[in-house]
Protein backbone atom coordinates (compact mmCIF):
# COMPACT_ATOMS: atom_id res chain seq x y z
CA UNK A 1 0.00 0.00 0.00
CA UNK A 2 1.02 3.82 -1.11
CA UNK A 3 0.03 6.83 -0.51
CA UNK A 4 1.53 10.00 -2.21
CA UNK A 5 0.26 13.25 -0.91
CA UNK A 6 0.53 16.53 -3.12
CA UNK A 7 -0.42 19.67 -3.75
CA UNK A 8 1.60 21.74 -1.09
CA UNK A 9 3.01 25.20 -1.21
CA UNK A 10 3.97 28.84 -0.32
CA UNK A 11 0.40 30.70 -0.17
CA UNK A 12 -0.81 33.97 1.39
CA UNK A 13 -3.05 34.06 4.54
CA UNK A 14 -6.88 34.25 2.71
CA UNK A 15 -5.57 32.28 0.02
CA UNK A 16 -6.89 28.17 -0.88
CA UNK A 17 -5.05 24.99 -1.67
CA UNK A 18 -5.87 21.82 -2.63
CA UNK A 19 -3.94 18.44 -1.38
CA UNK A 20 -4.16 15.20 -3.12
CA UNK A 21 -3.16 11.86 -1.83
CA UNK A 22 -3.08 9.07 -4.21
CA UNK A 23 -3.48 5.87 -3.30
CA UNK A 24 -2.47 2.26 -4.45
CA UNK A 25 -2.57 -0.85 -3.28
CA UNK A 26 -6.42 -0.82 -1.76
CA UNK A 27 -9.29 -1.15 -3.48
CA UNK A 28 -10.84 2.07 -4.68
CA UNK A 29 -14.47 2.63 -2.03
CA UNK A 30 -12.83 0.36 0.73
CA UNK A 31 -11.09 2.53 3.06
CA UNK A 32 -11.10 5.35 5.16
CA UNK A 33 -9.05 8.54 4.69
CA UNK A 34 -7.25 11.08 6.64
CA UNK A 35 -5.21 14.34 6.55
CA UNK A 36 -3.13 14.85 9.82
CA UNK A 37 -1.03 17.67 10.10
CA UNK A 38 2.21 18.57 12.22
CA UNK A 39 3.71 21.90 12.54
CA UNK A 40 7.46 22.66 14.15
CA UNK A 41 7.69 21.84 17.41
CA UNK A 42 4.41 20.11 17.67
CA UNK A 43 2.36 17.01 18.16
CA UNK A 44 0.79 15.65 15.14
CA UNK A 45 -2.51 16.89 15.00
CA UNK A 46 -5.99 15.48 13.68
CA UNK A 47 -7.56 17.28 10.63
CA UNK A 48 -10.41 15.67 8.74
CA UNK A 49 -11.29 11.84 8.03
CA UNK A 50 -13.94 10.46 5.56
CA UNK A 51 -15.31 7.26 5.62
CA UNK A 52 -14.81 4.28 3.35
CA UNK A 53 -18.48 5.02 1.86
CA UNK A 54 -18.06 8.98 1.36
CA UNK A 55 -21.19 9.74 3.22
CA UNK A 56 -19.44 10.60 6.76
CA UNK A 57 -16.90 13.14 7.35
CA UNK A 58 -15.28 15.23 10.65
CA UNK A 59 -13.01 18.09 10.62
CA UNK A 60 -11.50 19.88 13.59
CA UNK A 61 -12.93 23.05 15.18
CA UNK A 62 -9.53 24.55 14.19
CA UNK A 63 -10.70 24.19 10.31
CA UNK A 64 -14.58 23.49 10.16
CA UNK A 65 -15.93 25.95 7.50
CA UNK A 66 -12.20 26.36 6.06
CA UNK A 67 -11.39 23.25 4.86
CA UNK A 68 -13.07 20.24 3.48
CA UNK A 69 -12.66 16.66 2.85
CA UNK A 70 -13.59 14.59 -0.01
CA UNK A 71 -12.40 11.67 -2.44
CA UNK A 72 -12.77 10.88 -5.86
CA UNK A 73 -12.90 6.43 -5.71
CA UNK A 74 -13.04 5.97 -9.27
CA UNK A 75 -9.07 7.86 -9.15
CA UNK A 76 -8.49 6.27 -5.89
CA UNK A 77 -7.18 9.60 -4.74
CA UNK A 78 -8.60 11.47 -1.74
CA UNK A 79 -8.33 15.69 -1.29
CA UNK A 80 -8.45 18.42 1.29
CA UNK A 81 -10.02 21.74 -0.22
CA UNK A 82 -8.28 24.41 2.08
CA UNK A 83 -9.16 28.35 1.94
CA UNK A 84 -9.48 30.89 4.16
CA UNK A 85 -5.75 29.79 5.17
CA UNK A 86 -4.02 31.29 8.15
CA UNK A 87 -0.77 31.10 9.32
CA UNK A 88 -1.39 28.46 12.07
CA UNK A 89 -1.97 26.03 9.26
CA UNK A 90 1.51 26.14 8.48
CA UNK A 91 2.46 22.17 8.65
CA UNK A 92 3.17 19.58 7.27
CA UNK A 93 0.28 17.54 6.21
CA UNK A 94 -0.07 13.97 5.99
CA UNK A 95 -2.37 11.71 4.25
CA UNK A 96 -3.84 8.55 5.94
CA UNK A 97 -5.96 5.25 5.16
CA UNK A 98 -7.23 2.54 7.32
CA UNK A 99 -7.72 -1.10 6.59
CA UNK A 100 -10.86 -1.97 4.21
CA UNK A 101 -13.78 -1.56 5.44
CA UNK A 102 -12.97 -0.80 9.05
CA UNK A 103 -15.45 0.96 11.51
CA UNK A 104 -15.43 4.69 10.69
CA UNK A 105 -13.59 5.26 14.06
CA UNK A 106 -10.71 2.75 13.25
CA UNK A 107 -7.20 3.27 13.55
CA UNK A 108 -5.10 4.61 10.20
CA UNK A 109 -2.86 2.06 8.94
CA UNK A 110 -1.04 3.31 5.91
CA UNK A 111 0.47 6.96 5.77
CA UNK A 112 2.11 9.08 3.05
CA UNK A 113 5.21 10.95 3.38
CA UNK A 114 3.54 14.44 3.87
CA UNK A 115 3.47 17.76 2.07
CA UNK A 116 4.65 21.23 3.38
CA UNK A 117 2.02 23.70 3.56
CA UNK A 118 3.35 27.21 3.91
CA UNK A 119 1.01 30.01 5.03
CA UNK A 120 2.96 33.83 5.15
CA UNK A 121 1.09 36.58 6.95
Known amino acids: VQLQASGGGLVQAGGSLRLSCAVS????????MGWFRQAPGKDREFVAR????????DHADSVKGRFTINRDSAKNTGYQQMNSLKPEDTAVYYC???????????????WGQGTQVTVSS
Open 50 to 57: ISWSARRT
Open 25 to 32: GLPGSSYG
Open 96 to 110: AATKPYSDYGGSFEY
